[in-house]
């Protein structure tokens, strides 16, 4: 099977594979605790497998998140970002709220994991080069 039949959807062929990265607020060591650590991995991925895309590669540090995902052409790269950064905080404060509160001890609704900002890069499946050449 090829590739381009392995990201068939219902009108259409494709896939973008992304960069992203993004740190925890304050850029606390949250993740030096490996049981912390091997949870934000298991929640990245569930969040991956309940909205729909999938993710290639996946390192999460002490405070900060790398990961590689390739998402259906319907999903952009901000919408998958907030979506793993919304699910994944929300299931590690249900999972271990006692340790995360060192951390992050606001009210619920107040309280926030990781900052506001983010990274985002396109990763190319062929270059821009091969691009032009096969539309020319």
């Given at each position: 099977?090829s590739?381009?039949?392995?990201?068939?959807?219902?009108?259409?062929?494709?896939w973008?594979?992304?960069?992203?990265?993004?740190?925890?607020k304050?850029r606390?060591?949250?993740?030096?605790?490996v049981?912390l650590?091997?949870?934000?991995e298991?929640?990245?991925?569930?969040?991956a497998?309940r909205?729909?895309?999938?993710?290639?590669?996946?390192?999460v540090?002490?405070?900060?998140?790398?990961?590689?995902?390739?998402?259906?052409?319907s999903?952009?790269?901000?919408?998958?970002?907030?979506l793993?950064k919304?699910?994944?905080?929300?299931?590690?404060?249900?999972?271990?709220?006692?340790?995360?509160?060192?951390?992050?001890w606001?009210?619920?609704?107040?309280?926030?994991?990781w900052?506001d900002g983010?990274?985002?890069?396109?990763?190319?499946?062929?270059?821009?080069k091969t691009?032009?050449e096969?539309?020319?």
């Open positions: 099977m590739i381009y039949q392995d990201h068939a959807y219902k009108r259409g062929v494709g973008s594979t992304w960069h992203f990265q993004w740190a925890t304050y606390y060591k949250v993740f030096d605790n049981k650590q091997k949870l934000c298991i929640f990245l991925l569930e969040a497998r909205y729909k895309f999938e993710i290639d590669e996946l390192e540090a002490p405070d900060h998140v790398h990961v590689i995902a390739k998402l259906r052409p999903m952009s790269p901000a919408k998958a970002v907030m793993m919304g699910y994944s905080p929300r299931m590690l404060f249900m999972a271990d709220e006692q340790r995360l509160n060192s951390f992050y606001r009210d619920a609704q107040k309280r926030s994991l900052g983010k990274f985002i890069g396109s990763v190319g499946h062929i270059t821009l691009a032009k096969y539309v020319k």
